[in-house]
Every structure is written in structure tokens, then in C-alpha cells.
């Protein structure tokens, strides 16, 4: 069965799983689940039968799979096989790991695991030899190693059988997908300059029960840390993957993708140990399908050299959004917005905006205001943004009107009565979004 990728960034794909609570117990380092019925309380009493009742549950520190017990209809029979990590309390250098399926009227053991390792890096799922049922890959790593472990297990419904495969791959991050598009996923992983592999990209595939090395391609040595891997469509024609990383200064981004005609893995940009590139930037803001056309975006951010009319606002950079145009090998602009990240909003600017507006933040971040020709002189203003906290009643807002009202805080408009560039209610309420583009 093909893996359908997703785009994850704004919206998640939802997800089944259960996860366990922490106890107020004579002993801190033990946990046990807390009592529940259902399938639920048949998973935990299972594990904790298997742990021998003494046990702490180890959660994925990464990915889309959080949860210590996770549920996933591996072969596609509309019924859950569940995953479970945990660490035994008298083995405190080795992580467990239980396979489960659903026997009807409970649940059984088809496969325990043992990993040298003590914490659970990622979970994921897809389809590497074309049978249909799809592979767990599991990472692991243990505090003072340089690099991940990344363990692959396949299940047999038939049989009820789970197997460790023998296949394990050192990384920093990973991620699956079909990137060379021949109908099966592949492994691509990341790695950093300070492991044994250096800074390079590798595409690893399957054949014949092993795995192989698709491509390769160098990444930038300056990325300290894989913050985020964003695998998707770059493109109609192109599957790949936005690699947001940590740098000296901030952050930057990379693309990497298989060209099937070169059969071979690229990246863009290579900096090869240059400075800059044209993807750094201070802002911790990552990949994501902004415009929501499918196709992922990495950020390029305009860090405007213009200071502010006045002491109490600072100049926001302005983001342009860019897509890949992976026949030209080059970024092109397609949404260009303004990001409030302290109170997690940003403003899609209309293209009247783009390029005659600047737009300002003050210093607590409460107000953004946007204004016409560059200048935030107040007969230049256009709209202004504001951050009130909950219960402030109307008559203290001064005229703003409600967006959105979210946890502690109220997100609130105002558009000028003549204001230089027009813009109206629906266009302003269209184009704001709250999502935080740093998570």
C-alpha cells in the first residue's frame, strides 16, 4: 500500500492513540497508567503484566506520533495493531518495545523488542517492500551519543508474528516517503557535520530483503540541529522534504529532493560551509504549505534595513513564502506575509501591500500596525492589530473589533476610516490566521 503523504505544519493528520498520567506513588521513577476500561485498560493491564507491574512509559520526544502507547491499522483490515514503549525499573540502559493486535475480545503479544538504547526518539510508518502493510520505524538514542538509531519492524497479520529487522541506520533526523514516485516509501536521512557520516543527506531504498543506497547529497555544514523536516510536494512533478535548521545566528532552510531523471538526491541551497545563505535568517519560523495549494513553502525573510518613525515601534520583517522551481533550481516568491510570533498570528499581505506598505510591531508585541509607502507616519496608517486579554469588555477595546479569542488573549482589528491603501473587512479576516509558524 502506497504511504499518502501529508502536509504537516498547520494542520496535523489525526491521530488515534492513548497515552498514561503519572501517579502520586512511593516511588517517583515507577509509573503506571491510570485506571481506565475498554481497550484502553486491556492495553495497560497487557504491558503491565508483560513489565512485570513495574515500569515507566517512554514517550517519542518528536514527530507526530507523541503518545507512549501508540494505535495504527498497520495492514489495512480497518482493525489497530498498537506499539508500547516503556523502560522496566531494573533495566534502566534499555528501552522495551511491545507489538500488539486486536484478538477481538482482547488484545495479545506479537512481538517484543528489546533496544539498547534508553529514550524514543520518533515514530513512524510507511511501506518499504510493497506488500501493503506498512513498516514501524522506530528511532532510539541515549544521552552523550552524537547521532539517532533508527530500527525498522515489520508485522505479519497472517502469522500474528512482528519482527526486528535487521536493519539499523545511524541519523539525526528522518523521515519516509516515495520520493523516487514508484509506487513504495523510501528512507531519507539527515546528518549533521558532527557525525560520523558528516553533514549529507542519504536516500536509502529496498530490494530483495535489503536496503540500499538510493543517492546522496551534502548539506550545509553550518546546521547545528535538524529543528523540523517538512515531507511533502514541492511541486506537481516532485516529492521532497523542507529541512529547518538551527545555525550559529538563527535558522535557515534547505530542500532536498530526488531527481528521477538524474537519479540522483539534491539539495538547495548547498552553502558548503559558507556564512550566509539566502535562507538564513534570525526568526525561528518553519516550512510549512502556507497558502494551502499543497505544495510546501520554506520562508525567506526580508529583514527590512528601514528604522521606525518612532521609539515605541519596531520594523517587522516582511516573509516571503517561496516555492522551488526545481527545473531552474530556484526560489520563487508565491505569499509574502508579516508574523506576530510572540502572540503566535500572522497577516497574509495582499499583493496591493507587498511591496508600498511597512508594517510595525510596538515593543510589548500587543500592536501591529501596517501602513502605507514605507512610512508609519499616522496619516499613512491602514489597519492596525491588537492583543487584549480575556474579560476586556467592548468599551475598553477603543473601537476594535474581535478576530479570534484564544486561551488568555482576545485578537482584535481595526481598519482606518480613509486609509491610504483600501482593504475590507473580509479581505482582513480572510488572510489572518493564528497558527504560530515557529511550531
Not at 492589530?385 to 478576530?403: H, P
Amino acid at each position: 500500500m502506497k504511504k499518502e503523504l501529508g502536509i504537516i505544519a498547520l494542520s496535523l493528520c489525526a491521530l488515534t492513540f492513548f497515552s498514561g498520567c503519572s501517579l502520586k506513588i512511593n516511588d517517583p521513577s515507577l509509573l503506571r497508567p491510570p485506571k481506565t476500561t475498554g481497550r484502553e485498560a486491556q492495553l495497560e493491564s497487557l504491558i503491565a503484566d508483560t513489565a512485570h507491574n513495574s515500569y515507566k512509559l517512554k514517550y517519542p520526544q518528536s514527530g507526530e506520533y507523541r503518545s507512549a502507547i501508540i494505535t495504527k491499522d498497520l495492514n489495512g483490515d480497518k482493525k489497530d495493531e498498537a506499539i508500547a514503549f516503556y523502560r522496566e525499573n531494573d533495566n534502566e540502559t534499555a528501552t522495551k518495545m511491545l507489538v500488539m493486535y486486536d484478538a477481538g475480545k482482547e488484545w495479545k503479544i506479537c512481538g517484543e523488542f528489546e533496544i539498547k538504547l534508553t529514550d524514543v526518539d520518533t515514530v513512524q510508518f510507511a511501506d518499504i517492500d510493497y506488500d501493503g502493510i506498512e513498516e514501524i520505524f522506530a528511532g532510539f538514542s541515549s544521552t552523550g551519543r552524537n547521532s539517532n538509531e533508527l530500527n525498522i519492524f515489520s508485522y505479519n497479520p497472517k502469522t500474528r508474528k512482528a519482527k526486528h529487522n535487521d536493519f539499523k541506520i545511524n541519523y539525526s533526523s528522518f523521515t519516509t516517503g516515495d520520493y523516487d514516485q514508484d509506487g513504495g516509501s523510501e528512507i531519507l536521512t539527515l546528518n549533521l557535520e558532527s557525525t560520523d557520516a558528516g553533514a549529507c543527506a542519504v536516500l536509502t531504498d529496498y530490494n530483495k530483503d535489503k536496503l540500499y543506497t538510493l543517492s546522496k547529497c551534502d548539506m550545509d555544514r553550518n546546521v547545528t540541529k535538524y529543528e523540523n523536516a517538512d515531507s511533502g510536494l514541492i511541486n506537481k512533478d516532485t516529492i521532497g522534504v523542507a529541512v529547518d535548521g538551527l545555525i550559529e545566528n538563527g535558522y535557515n532552510s534547505q530542500i532536498v529532493y530526488y531527481n528521477s531523471s538524474k537519479r540522483s538526491l539534491i539539495n538547495y541551497p548547498i552553502t558548503m560551509g559558507k556564512k550566509t545563505s539566502d535562507t538564513a535568517r534570525a526568526e525561528k519560523i518553519y516550512s510549512t504549505d502556507i497558502d494551502h495549494d499543497g505544495f510546501i513553502e520554506i520562508p525567506v525573510i526580508n529583514n527590512n534595513s528601514q528604522k521606525s518613525d518612532s521609539d515605541e515601534e519596531n520594523v517587522a520583517p516582511i516573509i516571503s513564502w517561496s516555492g522551488l522551481n526545481t527545473k531552474k533550481n530556484k526560489l520563487q516568491t508565491k505569499v509574502k506575509c508579516v508574523s506576530n510570533t510572540a502572540y503566535g498570528y500572522y497577516f497574509k499581505l495582499p499583493e496591493s501591500f507587498s511591496d508600498t506598505t511597512v508594517t510595525t510591531l510596538s515593543q510589548d508585541n500587543r500592536t501591529m500596525k501596517i501602513y502605507s509607502e514605507k512610512s508609519n507616519a499616522p496619516d499613512r496608517l491602514i489597519a492596525t492589530f491588537k492583543i487584549f486579554d480575556v474579560g476586556t469588555s467592548a468599551d475598553d477595546m477603543g473601537g476594535y473589533s474581535t478576530l479570534e479569542s484564544y486561551n488568555q488573549y482576545i485578537y482584535t482589528y481595526k481598519i482606518e476610516e480613509n486609509p491610504p491603501i483600501y482593504i475590507s473587512e473580509d479581505t482582513l479576516k480572510e488572510n489572518f490566521a493564528l497558527n504560530d509558524l515557529s511550531a
